[in-house]
């Protein structure tokens, strides 16, 4: 799997697409093995914090790879694409039905384009390198994003600034996707991984439950009334109450020191 990397950094996860050559786009293949390295991830108990990235200084991912992916994808037999894409995975493993309930960050090194957009926008949080550009170009090559950037992207920056992004198929540079809430902080270049892994440490030191149960009920109340959201809300508040990691960090903070949390 030398195209997708997957490293262990105590308990963060380093996801690297390693197809510079190809602005980190991403084939079948790549895609498939995309897919079972979230898998993996999802399911090791030791991995609390995922930071995605690509490789070299380019680009983080450019989407799919054109020449080989678009037409082969969107001409499927519909039983097929329905069977494989509508109701598999989605593009990038975790933009449709894999849902994962740990932080994932995203290290914008580069062009953050269509697919490799929607991959960053399927993440929790993103920082960016002050020239990575991100853009759904779709329009201009004749489709639109069907990976969730018609979804994700309104509820990030908002209709207005969403609208604009879709219709036009234009880059938005880093200070404009800092200001509209695209991006959560814009790092030096040369620092980005380095403070993306760091602070995926420091997030894998807080509770893992009170992250999955938190953003388990995020997801789930988009859509909500209020008064349903609030109800799930406080339930999933109880099902915590049950855990050990909330025993654990309440015995921490009376005893002034730092929680050392299970996850369970």
Known sequence: ?????????????????DRAAVMNS???????????????FDDDDEAHVAVVTGAG?????AGADLKSYTMNFARRPAPEFRTRFTNGPGFAGITRTIKIYKPIVAAVNGFAISGGFELALACDLRFCAPHAEFALQDAK????????GLIRLPQIVGHGNAMEIILSGERVGAEHALRIGLVNRVIAAEELLSFSLDYAQ????????SHRFAKEVMEQAVGMSMDAALRLESRSF????MTDDLAEGTTAFREKREADFKGR
Request: hydrophobic residues 45%; neutral net charge.
């Open 1 to 17: 799997m030398s195209d997708i990397r997957y490293e262990k950094h105590g308990r963060v996860r380093l996801i690297t697409i």
């Open 26 to 40: 991403l084939d079948f293949a790549a895609n498939d093995r995309l897919v079972d390295v979230w898998r993996e």
């Open 57 to 61: 200084a380019t680009a983080f991912c």
């Open 141 to 148: 090559w004749g489709f639109h994003a069907c990976d969730g």
């Open 202 to 209: 420091m997030l894998a030191k807080r509770s893992p439950l």
């Open 238 to 241: 109880h099902d915590f109450g």
